[in-house]
């Protein structure tokens, strides 16, 4: 007797979805791999923004090094649901860093936001667990 669940069939994603799911990912990873490298290259503005946001100029090598983790996660198809989850909480902390001063903090939801759509767009494994609508 087995225990073994039953297969479930994933559908593959139509030409538009995947397309779609793949330029919104583009420009997830655009927006943070210049964000992090900017970072990392410890660029003036950047610096000089750091005392206004509470970091320290040190401090944002670091935040850029972990933007990068995240970043690579999420690029990866093999562990870009995972990376999408950490973009998550990367990117709800750039929220809350931008509510805390009465800065905009319409960026980073958005990035966020096309994250998760790009992802769900292109991979039909996260539609089925995460339907949009009911089968009739």
């Not at 297969?7 to 919104?24: E, H, N, Q, Y």
């Not at 996660?73 to 809350?96: H, M, N």
Request: charged share 10%.
């Amino acid at each position: 007797m087995s225990t073994a669940a039953p297969a479930t069939a994933v559908s593959t994603p139509k030409p538009w979805s995947l397309w779609g799911g793949r330029v919104l990912s583009t420009l997830v990873v655009a927006v943070l791999a210049f964000s992090a490298v900017m970072k990392l290259t410890q660029a003036p503005a950047i610096l000089e923004n750091a005392g206004r946001f509470g970091y320290t100029p040190a401090l944002m090598f670091n935040i850029g090094l972990v933007e990068i983790l995240c970043l690579v996660l999420y690029a990866v198809p093999q562990t870009a649901v995972l990376g999408a989850i950490l973009v998550t909480g990367y990117l709800g902390g750039a929220t809350a860093t931008h509510v805390r001063i009465a800065d905009p903090f319409i960026t980073p939801v958005l990035v966020g936001v096309f994250a998760w759509g790009g992802l769900f767009l292109r991979d039909a494994r996260l539609r089925a667990l995460l339907p949009l609508r009911r089968a009739p």
